[in-house]
């Protein structure tokens, strides 16, 4: 099993990013993905969430202005978005794709079977 990050990089406030996780080596079906990311000298925290069905949970922080969306058209392969708009220097962190099967979106971190690598973000003001 593998969950492949990407679409980290350097961006001005304001500014837009698009992460993507490709999940492979067994089928998520039943399985939840979410985001997950940590910023220096800080916890690893739930960004959003996504389940089979579509269901979707946001940390606050980001409401509005994050959108996660699930692709499950290859059933070898998951992929999730993190649509990240109107970053902010506070939004700057590792995110981190996650996997578990689970109905509903998960907060704690060891709760998730599956993780990928990160990719950073920097959003300089």
């Known amino acids: 099993v593998q969950l492949q990050a990407s679409g980290g990089g350097v961006v001005q406030a304001g500014g837009s990013l698009r992460l993507s996780c490709v999940a492979s080596?067994?089928?998520?079906?039943?399985?939840?993905m979410s985001w997950f990311r940590q910023a220096p000298g800080k916890q690893r925290e739930l960004v959003a969430g996504?389940?089979?069905?579509?269901?979707?949970?946001?940390?606050e922080s980001v409401e509005g202005r994050f959108t996660i969306s699930r692709d499950a058209r290859d059933n070898a392969k998951n992929t999730v978005y993190l649509q990240m708009n109107s970053l902010k220097p506070e939004d700057t962190a590792e995110y981190y794709c996650?996997?578990?099967?689970?109905?509903?979106?998960?907060?704690?971190?060891?709760?998730?079977?599956?993780w990928g690598q990160g990719t950073l973000v920097t959003v300089s003001s």
């Open positions: 996504v389940t089979s069905g579509g269901s979707t949970k946001y940390a």
């Open positions: 080596g067994r089928s998520f079906s039943g399985y939840i």
């Open positions: 996650a996997a578990s099967r689970s109905t509903r979106v998960l907060l704690s971190t060891s709760l998730y079977e599956y």
